[in-house]
């Protein structure tokens, strides 16, 4: 659910992988990000509805998923869409994309997968910086006022 920047992402790495991928989304603009060739192809299809609600769910095919992914730029829309499909729907895993630590904790609780995009982000950039020896001193970069 969600094809903004990380769902339409995903998702072509995903259906790029072989396996069939469904995307809801409701924001026309978010949905030219997908793969037309893909679409067409019958690899990757969209349901144009709140990704929230269970008749979304339901006509994405949610009763044959095996992966549900709330990937969408809300917490609380990606928590609730992912509640819906453990809870109601049964899907086994659920995965979804967090900001709040808070919200990480709690649907952890319940089952769900969840990635802090933040702590990944910064994880990556900051591995990509060497490590300063004990005796060695950081150059720090000045600016004149």
Do not use: C, W
């Not at 990380?6 to 990000?33: C, F, W, Y």
């Not at 808070?102 to 910086?129: F, N």
């Amino acid at each position: 659910m969600g094809a903004g920047n990380l769902g339409s992402s995903l998702a072509r790495k995903i259906s790029g992988m072989g396996h069939r991928v469904t995307v809801i989304e409701n924001d026309p603009r978010a949905v030219s990000q997908l793969p037309r060739g893909r679409i067409e192809l019958g690899a990757m299809s969209v349901v144009h509805r709140d990704g929230s609600t269970g008749a979304a769910m339901i006509e994405a095919g949610i009763a044959e998923a095996d992966v549900f992914i709330a990937a969408t730029g809300k917490d609380s829309l990606n928590g609730l869409a992912a509640q819906r499909a453990k809870t109601i729907f049964r899907v086994d895993q659920v995965l979804t994309a967090v900001k709040e630590e808070s919200t990480r904790s709690l649907y952890d609780s319940l089952g769900i997968i969840t990635i802090d995009k933040t702590s990944i982000a910064s994880e990556q950039l900051a591995g990509l910086l060497p490590e300063v020896q004990e005796n060695q001193e950081t150059p720090v970069k000045q600016t004149e006022q």
